[in-house]
C-alpha cells in the first residue's frame, strides 16, 4: 500500500462547531471559546497583580492559556483578574473596573478550570456588568443558556441579573441561589413578582432558560438543567411583563451578593429557541463535558 493510500484512511480532525454559526441569532455572547467564525476579536482583558492589563485573544478556537500565563505569571503570588468579558455578538462588553470587585481567571498561577477548559472564578463580592443599558427582555420571549460550576448553593447569591438593584427596578430579571433553591425572578411592580423556584445541588451545569412576557409564573418560566426539563415550584404567580433598558450584570458585585461559583460561557437569545434548545445544550456539553 503506497504512503498516499495510508494517509487517505488515517482518520481526519474533525472541524470545530461554532456554536453561533449553527445557531445564529444570538443578542449577546460571552465565552472563553470562540462561538462564532465572523468573530475576530479578544476573549477578555487581564489584570494582573501589578495592575498592568493585558488583552488575550483565543488559539485554536479557545483562550491563548499560553499568552494568559506569560502574561500573569504561574507563581503563588501571581493572580490575574476579569476587567472585561468581551461579548462575541454587539459589543455589550462585561466590565468591572474596581479591582476589589474584578473575578479571576487566575489563581496563585493557576488558570481557573471547568473539566480542563479555561473559566471565571466567581467570589463573594465579584461581579461583571455592561457600562449602559442593554435591552434585554424588550420581547415576548428571551432565552439564556448559562455554563457554570456552583460551589456553594447554600449561601445567598446573584447569578445573573438584568438591573443594578433587582429589588428597585420593575421589569428586571433576577436568577438567585440560597439554601439548595434557584430561583427565577421579574420584578413585575413595587410589591409583585413573577417569580419559580427548582432545586439545585453543587457542580457543574448548564442551565438553560426561557422567559415569556404576559404569562403567569407558571408558563413564564422554562428551566432545563444539563438538558432535562425541571418541574418549577410557583412562588409569586403574577404576570410577567415586557421592560426595557435594564443593565445587565453576569453577577451583581458588593454587598456580599455573588453566587459562588465559575462560569465560562453565557448566551443570550431574544428569539423563540424551542426547536434549537437541544441542539446548542450538545453544542455546548460536547465542547465543556458537563454531563
Not at 474584578?102 to 461583571?128: C, Y
Not at 403567569?216 to 404576570?239: D, K, L, P, R
Amino acid at each position: 500500500m503506497s504512503y498516499y493510500s495510508l494517509i487517505s484512511l488515517m482518520p481526519k480532525a474533525q472541524p470545530y462547531n461554532f456554536l453561533l454559526d449553527d445557531y445564529p441569532g444570538a443578542t449577546v455572547a460571552y465565552s472563553l471559546r470562540k462561538l462564532r467564525t465572523a468573530y475576530s476579536g479578544n476573549a477578555i482583558i487581564v489584570r494582573r497583580t501589578d495592575l498592568t492589563q493585558q488583552n488575550i485573544g483565543f488559539t485554536s478556537n479557545v483562550l491563548d492559556t499560553t499568552s494568559l500565563s506569560s502574561f500573569v505569571g504561574t507563581g503563588a503570588l501571581d493572580n490575574g483578574f476579569i476587567a472585561t468579558f468581551y461579548d462575541q455578538v454587539a459589543s455589550f462588553n462585561l466590565l468591572q473596573a474596581t479591582a476589589l470587585n474584578q473575578t479571576k481567571v487566575v489563581t496563585a498561577g493557576v488558570i481557573e478550570t471547568i473539566n480542563t477548559k479555561p473559566a471565571i472564578n466567581f467570589t463573594s463580592n465579584t461581579g461583571l456588568g455592561t457600562a449602559g443599558s442593554l435591552t434585554l427582555n424588550d420581547t415576548s420571549e428571551i432565552w439564556f443558556f448559562y455554563v457554570v460550576d456552583l460551589t456553594d448553593v447554600t449561601t445567598s447569591g446573584v447569578v445573573m441579573e438584568t438591573s443594578l438593584d433587582f429589588n428597585t427596578n420593575t421589569g428586571a430579571l433576577n436568577f438567585g441561589i440560597a439554601s439548595g433553591v434557584l430561583s427565577f425572578n421579574q420584578k413585575v411592580s413595587a410589591s409583585l413578582y413573577c417569580r419559580v423556584t427548582v432545586p439545585i445541588t453543587t457542580g457543574k451545569k448548564i442551565i438553560s432558560v426561557r422567559f415569556r412576557s404576559g404569562q403567569t409564573a407558571a408558563n413564564a418560566w422554562q428551566i432545563w438543567v444539563n438538558g432535562v426539563s425541571q418541574t418549577t415550584t410557583v412562588t409569586n404567580n403574577n404576570n410577567s411583563i415586557t421592560a426595557t433598558n435594564q443593565r445587565f450584570f453576569m453577577s451583581r458585585a458588593g454587598n456580599s451578593i455573588t453566587a459562588l461559583s465559575k462560569r465560562t460561557e453565557l448566551v443570550i437569545y431574544k428569539t423563540n429557541q424551542s426547536t434549537n434548545r437541544a441542539g446548542i445544550e450538545t453544542n455546548i456539553n460536547s465542547f465543556y463535558t458537563i454531563y
